[in-house]
């Protein structure tokens, strides 16, 4: 399994001017909600913004960024350059655990040089464009998660918060945020983050007692959300089936499908470590 390497210190800290895309589905207070920076978008609401390729701020958001990657954007990323999530992992991100947090956030990594820049940049923009992470697309927009207790549902909040050197925020064209989410094919991918953030969102409160976040517990909750080709092996060569009951179609489907297991991995881990029954996955008597 890919070495959870986590990072003691956050890098969350010490950002220069340049950094973009920061932070997206974090928690935030309802009541803190237009204290935050950038201007709230609500339904409706529109913000101006252009990208181009002849802009001279080209290129300048691709480089030192705290960039979150979700597991929904390292399954599309490891299958983009066709490596497994293991490779992925080990080769890619930071895994970096925040004081009073007890699910690490997952990071990519930038370039060791000067400039740090995303290790995915080319001369000629994103080299993972169609597979890009939901950050890159919802830039210059900011997303948040709000938990409704009524309705028992995580929703999302956006704000629009291009840094200052990016020219695309004096162009002319209109955008809500759905207009935007189209446009840049971000529906799915916004759709799998707040799937995410669900679980996330459980891992407000210590679930891991004495063995701490970096114990045996903690490493297979990774696992099964952001390594999936490992928890497909760990799935169908070990005891796994024995001590649990899943379809059988389910299981047929998660042999192949990434997206599927992927989403398995979230019902496994609210089970196994908040033993949250669901439809899909029961302990076998
Ligand atoms: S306009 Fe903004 S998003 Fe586009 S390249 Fe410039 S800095 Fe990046
Ligand atoms: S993944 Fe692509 S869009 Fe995102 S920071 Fe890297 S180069 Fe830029």
Known sequence: MANLKIKEKSPLVNRNQLQCNNIIMKYVDIDKLDKLPGKRLDDGDTFRFQCLSNLDCFNLCCRNLNLFLYPYDVVRLKNKLNISSDEFLDKYVDVVLREASFFPEVLLHMSEGKEKTCPFLTELGCGVYPDRPDACRMFPLEQGAIYDAETKKVKAVYFFRPPDFCLGQHEKREWTTHTWKDDQNAVLYNKMTGSWAEVKRLFQADPWGSQGPDGQKAK???????????????????????????????????KKDDIQLMKFGFEWVKFFVWGITTKNIRPRK
């Open 220 to 254: 297979m909750a990774f696992m099964a959300t952001y390594n999936i080709d490992r928890f497909r092996d760990f799935m169908f060569n070990s005891s796994f089936l024995k001590r649990y009951k899943v379809k059988s179609a389910l299981v047929k489907k998660i």
